[in-house]
């Protein structure tokens, strides 16, 4: 590119040679333009009064129209007009919603606007037209605004530069605090809860008697937000504590529930309040539909009768059902529980955007406050100075009345006449020469002297609370006393909405409790295809395979079950119950629903019995006990337990009944051992150690058993055969032995048996 300048064409402007510039360069500067545009004119709010400009603007433009608390409501449509012909050159739709929702009681914790007409609903509903609705300001509102005429804030010109507006306003109350915000601009976003205004005022009185004061002991205030539509928090308070710290985090917020009897010793949830802005009618079609879908088996049905009050009515599916329980699954699955973000991120002085907590924001508020008061103290000190001139000079008027009559009555220019005469200001002789002449009476002249007094009086206490911080914050607290009695939690508008609760402790296994319990038949074939039938099946032989399959295992089982499956690789995978494929068919392969290599084959598949004790071992003879808890998979390539070397291969997994004191092994060369099982290490995963030598063998089976009940196994024909101890203890010895020939009548299979 060069950087000669190109001259302009001819029979053009004149105006200069074109600057060449990058790409890059002109969308950096003109993307940083509109990210600061929409960071500091849109998106977040200022720390001071908690507004964004379409906010400030609509309750300054009804202010404007003299929409006040006391006055009579005006179409919203006329305040809209003002509010984007005036202020905000947006939207028509973008300024009547943001107005809307001031207006909201369900979605601002103290309502701005007081309206008139369909603004909504919990439900979701749109307001109605802004041509039909009406509105005006609250008095909440009116103390956002009140000193905005004393000069108690800048004022800038508008987009067109016809009308001024506030860069902020006067607020009264910790604003951006009481009702929250939130927005998202270019590359950051905000989103703050709404609290309890008498709480806040709690907390900014303890901070001006203790500016140090640390968050810990301003949660004592302030212990959580308190939401439109009330709720449970069950957030942790350490948790609480960090997000106040750091203006980031979260709050678990719950819907209220009661259990309410009913008929026959039935009983139902009613819900009374939901989280903040969550819709009621979508929050109903999302529980409906989840019952629908069979994934709220605890719960039977639900109804809304709902009227002005929220009333969300939750049936169990019997009435044998634990109602926390029900209550953890529907927060678990639907919006009955939502966590609502804390990210601070705010305007500083309508200028720096920052993440602050919750101490910062208070100060910075309290901060304005004071530039507030300072600023209203200085225009009354300047009303009073005049009012003071003005009085001086009927003062002097009232003692020299004959001669101001003769002046003003006879004299070409009563005016100069009279600064002439008694060395009066400008504005002392245009007040007398606008007297009128009621006002010269001997009462007229006391009242006089008695304002005078009365406005010499504060005009001093003024300029000594301007020389004294102390006063300065003395005067804050009161009026910071006047908001928080005003907003007082004995107040209708004033009092806590969202409880403070610690979630229930469930010890029962959730997941499982979502899954309804049914008895199933788990179908495991040789060739490794799986399903489960409804139902205990005791009649096996009525069940088809595909050609050249056939059974290999048949367990009984609940939906609610984990089965656990050993491979010949030495590792465990295992499997939810609920979600195994139907009886329908021949099933699926286990090889899709878990990774496990196409050269190793099942070992054994059983239901998981949590603190059972397992005995595993490989083909060389080498095992260990392993706690059953621990050979759960939470994955689909399964857990490592028994490390086996090639050709080796995992041959036994038996479970350990109570009380088991011995072990007996067998190998293929029909060798059988007994030794003590305190013997075999426990471990979590390994080789083990060797419980029976077997020359030029594989070990087969093994079984532990209780001495003093004997050694059991079945035979070919199923039959039970029990040896007592004194007919077994010639096998009897130590560990890693090689064991003697198996006793008479010991099956040809060199196995003892199904061991699950």
């Given at each position: 590119?060069?950087?000669?300048?190109?001259p302009?064409?001819?029979?053009?402007?004149?105006?200069?040679?074109?600057?060449?510039?990058?790409?890059?360069?002109?969308?950096?500067?003109?993307?940083?333009s509109?990210?600061?545009?929409?960071?500091?004119?849109?998106?977040?709010?200022?720390?001071?009064?908690?507004?964004?400009?379409?906010?400030?603007?609509?309750?300054?433009?009804?202010?404007?129209?003299?929409?006040?608390?006391?006055?009579?409501?005006?179409k919203?449509?006329?305040?809209?007009?003002?509010?984007?012909?005036?202020y905000?050159?947006?939207?028509?739709?973008?300024?009547?919603?943001?107005?809307?929702?001031l207006?909201?009681?369900?979605?601002?914790?103290?309502?701005?606007?007081?309206?008139?007409?369909?603004?909504?609903?919990?439900?979701g509903?749109?307001?109605?037209?802004?041509?039909?609705?009406e509105?005006?300001?609250t008095?909440?509102?009116?103390?956002?605004?009140?000193?905005?005429?004393?000069?108690?804030?800048?004022?800038?010109?508008?987009?067109n530069?016809?009308?001024?507006?506030?860069?902020?306003?006067?607020?009264?109350?910790?604003?951006?605090?009481?009702n929250?915000?939130?927005?998202?601009?270019?590359g950051?976003?905000?989103?703050?809860?709404?609290?309890?205004?008498?709480?806040l005022?709690?907390?900014?009185?303890?901070?001006?008697?203790?500016?140090?004061?640390?968050?810990?002991?301003?949660?004592e205030?302030?212990?959580?937000?308190?939401?439109?539509?009330?709720?449970?928090?069950?957030?942790?308070?350490?948790?609480?504590?960090?997000?106040?710290?750091?203006?980031?985090?979260?709050?678990?917020?719950?819907?209220?529930?009661?259990?309410?009897?009913?008929?026959?010793?039935?009983?139902?949830?009613?819900?009374?309040?939901?989280?903040?802005?969550?819709?009621?009618?979508?929050?109903?079609?999302?529980?409906?539909?989840?019952?629908?879908?069979?994934k709220?088996?605890?719960?039977?049905?639900?109804?809304?009768?709902?009227?002005?009050?929220?009333?969300?009515?939750?049936?169990?599916?019997?009435?044998?059902?634990?109602?926390?329980?029900?209550?953890?699954?529907?927060?678990?699955?639907?919006?009955?529980?939502?966590?609502?973000?804390?990210?601070?991120?705010?305007?500083?002085?309508?200028q720096?955007?920052?993440?602050?907590?919750?101490?910062?924001?208070?100060?910075?508020?309290?901060?304005?406050r004071?530039?507030?008061?300072?600023?209203?103290?200085?225009?009354?000190?300047?009303?009073?100075?005049?009012?003071?001139?003005?009085?001086?000079?009927?003062?002097?008027?009232?003692?020299?009345?004959?001669?101001?009559?003769?002046i003003?009555?006879?004299e070409?220019?009563?005016?100069?006449?009279?600064?002439?005469?008694?060395?009066?200001?400008?504005?002392?002789?245009?007040?007398?020469?606008?007297?009128?002449?009621?006002?010269?009476?001997?009462l007229?002249?006391?009242?006089?002297?008695?304002?005078?007094?009365?406005?010499?009086?504060?005009?001093?206490?003024?300029?000594?609370?301007?020389?004294?911080?102390?006063?300065?914050?003395?005067?804050?607290?009161?009026?910071?006393?006047?908001?928080?009695?005003?907003?007082?939690?004995k107040t209708?508008?004033?009092?806590?909405r969202?409880?403070?609760?610690?979630?229930?402790?469930?010890?029962?296994?959730?997941?499982?409790?979502?899954?309804?319990?049914?008895?199933?038949?788990?179908?495991l074939?040789?060739?490794?295809?799986?399903?489960?039938?409804?139902?205990?099946?005791?009649?096996?032989?009525?069940?088809?395979?595909?050609?050249?399959?056939?059974?290999?295992r048949?367990?009984?089982?609940?939906?609610?079950?984990?089965?656990?499956?050993?491979?010949?690789?030495?590792?465990?995978?295992?499997?939810?119950?609920?979600?195994?494929?139907?009886?329908?068919?021949?099933?699926?392969?286990?090889?899709?629903?878990?990774d496990?290599?196409e050269?190793?084959?099942?070992?054994?598949?059983?239901?998981?019995?949590?603190?059972?004790?397992?005995?595993?071992?490989?083909?060389?003879?080498?095992?260990?006990?392993?706690?059953?808890?621990?050979?759960?998979?939470?994955?689909?390539?399964?857990?490592?337990?028994l490390n086996?070397?090639?050709?080796?291969?995992?041959?036994?997994?038996?479970?350990?009944?109570?009380?088991?004191?011995?072990?007996a092994?067998?190998?293929?060369?029909?060798?059988?051992l007994?030794?003590?099982?305190?013997?075999?290490?426990?471990?979590?995963?390994?080789?083990?150690?060797?419980?029976?030598?077997?020359k030029?063998?594989?070990?087969?089976d093994?079984?532990p058993?209780?001495?003093?009940?004997?050694?059991?196994?079945?035979?070919?024909?199923?039959?039970?055969?029990?040896?007592?101890?004194?007919?077994?203890?010639?096998?009897?010895?130590?560990?890693?032995?090689?064991?003697?020939?198996?006793?008479?009548?010991?099956?040809?299979?060199?196995?003892?048996?199904?061991?699950?």
């Amino acid at each position: 590119m060069t950087q000669k300048p190109i001259p302009p064409p001819p029979g053009g402007s004149g105006a200069g040679p074109i600057e060449q510039i990058t790409l890059q360069n002109a969308l950096e500067e003109r993307y940083l333009s509109y990210a600061l545009s929409t960071i500091m004119g849109r998106a977040l709010p200022d720390v001071r009064d908690g507004l964004k400009p379409v906010h400030r603007r609509i309750l300054y433009a009804m202010r404007v129209l003299g929409l006040n608390p006391s006055d009579a409501y005006k179409k919203c449509a006329r305040v809209v007009g003002d509010v984007i012909g005036k202020y905000h050159p947006h939207g028509d739709q973008a300024v009547y919603d943001a107005l809307v929702r001031l207006a909201q009681d369900f979605a601002v914790r103290y309502p701005l606007i007081d309206g008139q007409g369909n603004f909504g609903n919990i439900d979701g509903d749109n307001a109605a037209a802004y041509r039909y609705t009406e509105a005006r300001l609250t008095e909440t509102a009116a103390s956002l605004l009140a000193g905005i005429d004393e000069e108690t804030v800048d004022f800038r010109a508008t987009f067109n530069g016809e009308e001024h507006e506030p860069s902020v306003l006067p607020s009264a109350i910790p604003n951006l605090l009481a009702n929250g915000s939130s927005g998202i601009a270019v590359g950051m976003a905000t989103n703050i809860p709404p609290h309890n205004l008498e709480e806040l005022c709690n907390a900014a009185l303890h901070l001006i008697k203790h500016p140090n004061a640390t968050v810990e002991k301003l949660v004592e205030f302030v212990p959580a937000p308190d939401f439109p539509t009330g709720g449970v928090i069950v957030e942790p308070r350490d948790s609480i504590i960090e997000s106040y710290r750091t203006g980031r985090g979260g709050f678990r917020l719950r819907a209220k529930w009661e259990k309410e009897e009913t008929s026959r010793g039935a009983w139902q949830i009613v819900i009374t309040q939901i989280p903040y802005q969550v819709q009621k009618a979508k929050l109903y079609e999302r529980i409906a539909e989840l019952i629908g879908e069979k994934k709220l088996p605890l719960v039977g049905d639900v109804r809304d009768e709902s009227a002005e009050h929220v009333r969300l009515v939750i049936e169990p599916k019997t009435k044998m059902v634990d109602p926390v329980l029900m209550m953890e699954s529907l927060f678990r699955l639907s919006e009955l529980e939502i966590r609502f973000g804390l990210n601070m991120n705010v305007l500083s002085g309508g200028q720096i955007p920052n993440v602050l907590g919750l101490k910062d924001v208070l100060w910075q508020w309290l901060e304005h406050r004071i530039e507030v008061l300072v600023r209203r103290s200085e225009f009354r000190l300047k009303k009073i100075a005049h009012r003071l001139e003005v009085l001086d000079g009927y003062l002097i008027a009232f003692l020299n009345l004959d001669e101001v009559i003769r002046i003003i009555r006879f004299e070409d220019e009563p005016k100069q006449k009279l600064i002439a005469a008694f060395k009066l200001s400008e504005v002392q002789a245009e007040a007398i020469l606008n007297l009128r002449l009621r006002s010269l009476s001997r009462l007229e002249e006391m009242e006089i002297k008695g304002e005078h007094d009365r406005l010499s009086k504060e005009q001093r206490a003024l300029a000594s609370m301007l020389a004294s911080e102390e006063q300065k914050w003395e005067r804050i607290s009161v009026e910071i006393r006047e908001v928080k009695e005003k907003y007082s939690k004995k107040t209708e508008l004033g009092k806590r909405r969202s409880l403070i609760a610690d979630a229930p402790v469930i010890d029962v296994d959730l997941e499982q409790a979502f899954v309804e319990k049914e008895p199933i038949t788990v179908i495991l074939s040789e060739k490794g295809w799986i399903r489960a039938m409804k139902g205990h099946l005791e009649d096996a032989s009525k069940l088809e395979f595909k050609q050249g399959d056939e059974l290999k295992r048949i367990i009984h089982a609940q939906t609610t079950d984990k089965l656990i499956i050993f491979a010949t690789n030495g590792k465990f995978y295992t499997l939810e119950a609920n979600q195994l494929p139907g009886g329908r068919g021949h099933g699926e392969p286990v090889r899709i629903m878990i990774d496990m290599e196409e050269n190793t084959d099942f070992v054994e598949v059983f239901v998981h019995e949590p603190g059972r004790k397992l005995l595993i071992a490989s083909t060389a003879g080498h095992g260990f006990v392993v706690p059953e808890d621990e050979v759960l998979a939470s994955t689909r390539k399964g857990k490592q337990v028994l490390n086996v070397d090639g050709p080796d291969e995992a041959k036994v997994c038996v479970p350990i009944p109570p009380g088991t004191d011995y072990l007996a092994t067998i190998g293929d060369n029909r060798k059988m051992l007994i030794f003590p099982l305190e013997e075999v290490n426990e471990m979590t995963r390994g080789k083990g150690v060797i419980l029976q030598r077997i020359k030029d063998g594989v070990l087969i089976d093994a079984r532990p058993f209780i001495r003093k009940e004997g050694l059991t196994w079945l035979d070919a024909a199923g039959r039970l055969f029990t040896l007592p101890w004194g007919e077994v203890s010639d096998w009897a010895g130590q560990r890693s032995q090689a064991g003697r020939i198996a006793p008479k009548g010991f099956p040809r299979s060199n196995k003892f048996g199904p061991a699950f």
